[in-house]
């Protein structure tokens, strides 16, 4: 199981961006993606998973309205949309993958890939 983030940069407050999280030794049928983010000095905090399967999604309320995930099964790669970034949204972002169909917390999920860094800033 491989996955990496990428897409991340610098972005002015209320700007937009999309991560990508591309993966190989499993399919979205079987793995629940999640995007986890960690800003500098503090805890590492779930944002977003898209449960195995893609019925299902979960988003944590400080980023819900603003961020979507979604997946395309055809290129082995799960989407981050942000739009209406914050400060506070400053972090890397790293993807994550799980057997579990729901594994909370999202910062437990069993394998990561190398994050990519988010700058939300004027």
């Known amino acids: 199981v491989q996955l990496q983030a990428s897409g991340g940069g610098l972005v002015q407050p209320g700007g937009s961006m999309r991560l990508s999280c591309t993966f190989s030794?499993?399919?979205?049928?079987?793995?629940?993606i999640g995007w986890i983010r960690q800003a500098p000095g503090e805890e590492r905090e779930g944002v977003s998973c898209i449960m195995k399967g893609g019925q299902k999604i979960y988003y944590d309320s400080s980023v819900k309205g603003r961020f979507t995930i979604s997946r395309d099964s055809a290129k082995n790669t799960v989407y981050l949309q942000m739009n209406d970034l914050k400060p506070e949204d400053t972090g890397v972002y790293h993807c994550a993958a799980d057997a579990i169909a729901f594994p909370i917390p999202l910062y437990d999920m069993d394998y990561w890939g190398k994050g990519t860094l988010v700058t939300v800033s004027s």
């Open positions: 030794g499993f399919t979205l049928d079987d793995y629940t």
